[in-house]
């Protein structure tokens, strides 16, 4: 069973650009969440992806997006970045198909925007 | 909206148990969760209580819920190095890919 892996570990953006971080989740696992944890601080809840769909949204902006591939993998992507936007990004997976079924982290990705 | 309290440090012998506490808002709260983070890395799911329990033991560790009051308690017992870590206490309604999380106790245990 392999685990749920993201790429790249360290990134450094310039502010305005725009980053696109991957997520390849759990086996069996068809649903994905992304959060935000800035240094010091817990994750923040982004949003969550199931059946390619997005399926709810936390306290950020449009330029935070995201998508889900059939193959249950996932990307997030940033536009227009903000010097704020560093932080840590953390995928989560989990399955649907059983009430409350416990998340699954990644390692994450470290982003710098300078 | 909700909101997940904890506090930020604490020191512990080796040998000793550890109490780390958490207090939450939202009485909606179905499941309340223990996360463990190591540095250089993602959050580890400890152990997690349903709202209808008081109680939850899990080899070294035990979970207490006060439903009325809102806290939350992870005892750890004989408490080692290795456990020095972030823990994120987290509360969902259902749905754990949607929790709210805790800024984190970060735990040192000495020698």
């Known amino acids: 069973e392999t685990g749920v892996t993201q790429s790249p570990t360290h990134l450094i953006k310039t502010r305005g650009q725009q980053v696109t971080l991957r997520c390849s989740s759990q086996?069996?696992?068809?649903?994905v969440s992304w959060y935000q944890q800035a240094l010091g601080q817990g994750p923040q809840f982004i949003f969550q992806?199931?059946?390619?769909?997005?399926?709810g949204r936390g306290n950020f902006p449009p330029r935070f997006s995201g998508l889900q591939f059939p193959n249950y993998s996932s990307e997030l992507n940033v536009n227009a970045l903000e010097l704020d936007d560093s932080a840590l990004y953390l995928c989560?997976?989990?399955?649907?198909?059983?009430?409350?079924?416990?998340?699954?982290f990644g390692n994450g990705t470290r982003l710098t925007v300078t | 909206g909700e909101d997940v309290e904890q506090s930020l440090f604490l020191s512990v012998r080796e040998g000793d148990s550890s109490v780390i506490n958490c207090t939450y808002t939202?009485?909606?709260?179905?499941?309340l969760y223990w996360y463990k983070q190591e540095p250089g890395a993602g959050l580890q799911l400890l152990t997690y209580?349903?709202?209808?329990?008081d109680m939850k033991q899990d080899q070294r560790l035990t979970v207490l819920l006060n439903k009325k009051d809102k806290h939350l308690s992870l005892r750890i017992a004989d408490t080692q190095t290795g456990d020095s870590a972030i823990y994120f206490c987290?509360?969902?309604?259902?749905?754990?890919?949607?929790?709210?999380f805790g800024d984190g106790t970060t735990l040192t245990v000495k020698p």
């Open positions: 989560a997976s989990s399955s649907r198909d059983s009430y409350n079924s416990p998340l699954h």
């Open positions: 086996s069996g696992h068809n649903t």
């Open positions: 992806y199931y059946r390619e769909e997005e399926n």
């Open positions: 939202d009485s909606s709260s179905t499941y």
């Open positions: 209580i349903f709202s209808n329990m």
């Open positions: 987290a509360e969902s309604i259902g749905n754990a890919g949607k929790s709210t």
